[in-house]
C-alpha cells in the first residue's frame, strides 16, 4: 500500500542517494513534495539520479562527495544549504560489501568497509549537524542485519554496521536535547539491488531460495524502505528515537544468512 506523505518545501539530503534503496527514497521524498539533494562519489551517478528525480517537478541538486572524506562531506553539505537552507531529513546511506573470509582480507580491504560504512556515517553526521533545523531534524542511518547477526564472509560488514547502530544510539541521546530525532533502517533483501547481486545467488533458482526464507514469502523493494524512512521522518514518529528498526518480512536472520551461504557456494568469495 502507497500512504502518501506530504513534505512539500523540505530539505532532504541522501547520501549515497544516487542509487538502489537510498535512490527509492530519494524518489519517494521527492514524489512527496521535498526539495531534495543526493550525493554520491561518481558523478555519473550524481547526473542520472538528478534526471530521475526531476521527473517528479520539484527542486534537486546533486553533489559529488566521497564519504571517506570528511572535508568533502562538509563542502557537499554546505553547497546543499546554501541552496535549500537547513536540512529537515538527513539520510546517510552509503555503503560497500564483498564475499570474504576473514583470513583472506587485507588490512585495507577491512578497512574500506569501515571507512565506508562507519566512518561515513560519522562523517556525514558529524559535518551535518551544524545544517540540520534543530529542533524537529530526523536522521535516518541504513544499517544492515549484519550488525547483529554472525555471518560467514562478512567480518567487515558485520563490524562496521555493529559501530553504525551504535553510533545511531549515542547520537540520539546526545542530539536529543536539540530537538533532533536519530534512527536506523536495517533492510532484509531487497529486489533489484546492488546488495543482491554481490550478496544472493542469482536468477529463478536463487529468488526462490531468497522468497521461501522470507517469512512474508517475497524479497522487499526500495518502495518498502522509503515508506519506513518516510514514517521515520513524519510526525507520526515525533517521539521515535534511536530505533533500529528491520523491514525484512520478518526474517532477516534465516533469510540473509542462506541468501549469503549459497551465493558463496556460487561464487568463489574475493581475497581482498
Not at 230 to 258: H, Q, T
Given at each position: 500500500m502507497d500512504i502518501k506523505f506530504d513534505f512539500s518545501g523540505r530539505h532532504v539530503f541522501v547520501f549515497g542517494g544516487t542509487t538502489g534503496i537510498n535512490l527509492g527514497i530519494a524518489k519517494a521524498f521527492a514524489r512527496s513534495g521535498a526539495r531534495v539533494c543526493v550525493a554520491s562519489r561518481?558523478?555519473?551517478?550524481?547526473?542520472?539520479?538528478?534526471?530521475?528525480?526531476?521527473q517528479f517537478g520539484g527542486e534537486v541538486l546533486g553533489v559529488t562527495a566521497d564519504v571517506r572524506d570528511f572535508d568533502a562531506v562538509g563542502r557537499?553539505?554546505?553547497?546543499a544549504h546554501e541552496r535549500f537552507g537547513?536540512?529537515?531529513?538527513?539520510?546517510?546511506?552509503?555503503?560497500?560489501?564483498?564475499?570474504?573470509?576473514?583470513?583472506?582480507?587485507?588490512?585495507n580491504a577491512f578497512k574500506v568497509v569501515v571507512d565506508i560504512d562507519l566512518n561515513g556515517t560519522f562523517?556525514?553526521?558529524?559535518?551535518?549537524?551544524q545544517y540540520l533545523?534543530?529542533?524537529?531534524?530526523?536522521?535516518?542511518?541504513?544499517?544492515?542485519?549484519?550488525?547483529m547477526i554472525p555471518m560467514r564472509f562478512q567480518s567487515h560488514v558485520c563490524a562496521a554496521k555493529a559501530g553504525v547502530d551504535q553510533l545511531t544510539r549515542v547520537l540520539a541521546i546526545e542530539w536529543g536535547a536539540a530537538g533532533v530525532r536519530v534512527?536506523?533502517?536495517?533492510?532484509?533483501?531487497?529486489?533489484?539491488?546492488?546488495?543482491?547481486?554481490?550478496?544472493?545467488?542469482?536468477?529463478?533458482?536463487?529468488?526462490?531460495?531468497?522468497?521461501?526464507a522470507v517469512p512474508l514469502g517475497r524479497m522487499g523493494t526500495p518502495e518498502d524502505i522509503a515508506q519506513l524512512a518516510m514514517f521515520l521522518a513524519s510526525s507520526a514518529a515525533s517521539y521515535v528515537s534511536g530505533a533500529i528498526v528491520p523491514c525484512d518480512g520478518g526474517?532477516?536472520?534465516?533469510?540473509?544468512?542462506s541468501m549469503v551461504e549459497a551465493a558463496a557456494q556460487e561464487?568463489?568469495?574475493?581475497t581482498a
Amino acid at each position: 500500500m502507497d500512504i502518501k506523505f506530504d513534505f512539500s518545501g523540505r530539505h532532504v539530503f541522501v547520501f549515497g542517494g544516487t542509487t538502489g534503496i537510498n535512490l527509492g527514497i530519494a524518489k519517494a521524498f521527492a514524489r512527496s513534495g521535498a526539495r531534495v539533494c543526493v550525493a554520491s562519489r561518481k558523478q555519473e551517478n550524481v547526473d542520472a539520479a538528478v534526471e530521475a528525480l526531476r521527473q517528479f517537478g520539484g527542486e534537486v541538486l546533486g553533489v559529488t562527495a566521497d564519504v571517506r572524506d570528511f572535508d568533502a562531506v562538509g563542502r557537499a553539505l554546505a553547497l546543499a544549504h546554501e541552496r535549500f537552507g537547513p536540512i529537515d531529513v538527513l539520510v546517510s546511506g552509503a555503503a560497500g560489501n564483498f564475499l570474504a573470509e576473514a583470513n583472506d582480507l587485507s588490512s585495507n580491504a577491512f578497512k574500506v568497509v569501515v571507512d565506508i560504512d562507519l566512518n561515513g556515517t560519522f562523517h556525514v553526521m558529524r559535518q551535518a549537524f551544524q545544517y540540520l533545523a534543530r529542533p524537529g531534524a530526523s536522521v535516518i542511518n541504513i544499517t544492515a542485519p549484519q550488525s547483529m547477526i554472525p555471518m560467514r564472509f562478512q567480518s567487515h560488514v558485520c563490524a562496521a554496521k555493529a559501530g553504525v547502530d551504535q553510533l545511531t544510539r549515542v547520537l540520539a541521546i546526545e542530539w536529543g536535547a536539540a530537538g533532533v530525532r536519530v534512527n536506523a533502517i536495517s533492510p532484509g533483501p531487497i529486489a533489484g539491488t546492488e546488495g543482491m547481486r554481490r550478496l544472493a545467488p542469482q536468477g529463478e533458482e536463487g529468488d526462490a531460495m531468497v522468497n521461501s526464507a522470507v517469512p512474508l514469502g517475497r524479497m522487499g523493494t526500495p518502495e518498502d524502505i522509503a515508506q519506513l524512512a518516510m514514517f521515520l521522518a513524519s510526525s507520526a514518529a515525533s517521539y521515535v528515537s534511536g530505533a533500529i528498526v528491520p523491514c525484512d518480512g520478518g526474517g532477516a536472520s534465516e533469510s540473509i544468512k542462506s541468501m549469503v551461504e549459497a551465493a558463496a557456494q556460487e561464487m568463489k568469495p574475493r581475497t581482498a
